[in-house]
């Protein structure tokens, strides 16, 4: 006897699976948000951790009107890149989800997680930025 919720998930990687080989603009925008992840997570290890040694807080955020206004320990910055990691799979359940009953849902949360990736790159950037 299966249990509602196996079947559940067995539809769930059978939509996962489709939704991948059907797709182009899906896969393309999902390898383009590892990359971007990837970096994001790779970029502070490169450019922050050597600092560490030598400062024990770094900036976290600057403000055009008080400069830096906010300090805060190295393990902190990997605040973001963890962020974006939560949206990635949270933005690929969600596109899943919707892959059979919208697509047009589906191809939005497909599009929106480089783009989503692409800006918490760009924070990671600027924030390596007001450290180096």
């Excluded at 990359?35 to 807080?57: D, Q």
């Amino acid at each position: 006897m299966k249990h509602h919720y196996k079947k559940s998930f067995e539809q769930f990687g059978k939509d996962a699976v489709e939704l991948w080989r059907s797709s182009g603009n899906t896969r393309v925008a999902f390898i383009v948000s590892i990359l971007f992840l990837v970096v994001t997570f790779v970029l502070p290890i490169l450019r922050l951790v050597p600092l560490a040694s030598e400062v024990p807080f770094i900036a976290l955020h600057y403000n055009i009107y008080l400069g830096v206004d906010r300090f805060g320990s190295l393990y902190q910055i990997f605040f973001i890149p963890i962020l974006g990691f939560f949206f990635l799979l949270l933005n690929c359940f969600i596109e899943i989800l919707s892959f059979r009953r919208q697509k047009t849902l589906s191809w939005f949360f497909a599009i929106s997680t480089p783009l989503l990736q692409l800006i918490l790159l760009i924070a990671m950037t600027l924030i390596i930025l007001i450290n180096v």
